[in-house]
């Protein structure tokens, strides 16, 4: 099962709304990072948390972190036709000998103009 | 640096015919991922190299796909046979690597090769 599961599964809103997802996972870790998709592309990083952090700003993205639940959300802020993707949280593992990373299932947002 | 550069970009081929993706990662990365992406299944990790070491193939779905990484620079997913369920966008990504925990871990991906397999 996947390490990360992220919710909605899909998101519409209008253009200038916050858009917010949610991210669960189950087991310990080292940090938790928001990955951005656009239709026909690779993934892109956008943000890293670590587990010793609560929250964390970039531009109008801001990501929180809640361990004791082992759960992390996404707020974009004002958002804009271009903010169009999904959106995937990925997380590593305490027990992760190497660099893997485990992705969730996405959120598909769509901001409508 | 231009990236993690993958060949092809589409791919069109007959079931029973070999397949060749290609990936370039970006100078300086040590860690090399291969993913596959579909709508039912999502994001999978088929292999993932250390310092071109195979250290994780446990997500390789058969016997049909094979990957090999020569070098630091070039790494190569094979599948042979396809089968129309191959058919997806298979992703590679890379990482600088290291100690858990750090930036290092960020990922960059190529465009991905979207293969059909009829």
């Known amino acids: 099962s996947q390490q990360g599961e992220e919710d909605p599964q899909a998101l519409s809103i209008q253009e200038g709304e916050n858009a917010t997802m949610n991210c669960s996972y189950k087991t310990s870790i080292n940090n938790l990072q928001w990955y951005r998709q656009n239709s026909g592309r690779g993934l892109v990083h956008l943000i890293l948390i670590r587990s010793n952090e609560r929250e964390k700003h970039s531009g109008r993205l801001r990501v929180t972190l809640d361990t004791s639940k082992k759960s992390s959300s996404l707020l974009i802020t004002a958002s804009r036709a271009a903010d169009t993707a999904s959106y995937f949280c990925a997380t590593d593992s305490l027990n992760n000998a190497g660099n893997m990373l485990t992705f969730g299932g996405g959120t598909r947002l769509m901001v409508k103009p | 640096d231009a990236g993690v550069i993958q060949s092809p970009r589409h791919e069109v081929t007959e079931m029973g015919q070999e397949v060749t993706l290609r990936c370039k990662p970006i100078?300086?990365?040590?860690?090399l991922f291969w993913y596959r992406q579909t709508m039912m299944r999502g994001l999978e990790l088929l292999i993932y190299f250390n310092n071109n070491v195979p250290i994780d193939d446990s997500g390789m779905p058969e016997d049909r796909f094979s990957a090999k990484m020569p070098n630091a620079s070039f790494s190569t997913l094979k599948i042979q046979p396809s089968e129309p369920r191959d058919s997806a966008v298979y992703f590679c990504?890379?990482?600088?690597?290291?100690?858990?925990?750090?930036?290092?871990?960020?990922?960059?991906f190529g465009a991905g090769t979207r293969l059909s397999v009829l």
């Open positions: 990504a890379s990482s600088k690597g290291g100690t858990s925990g750090s930036t290092w871990d960020i990922q960059y």
């Open positions: 100078s300086g990365h040590n860690s």
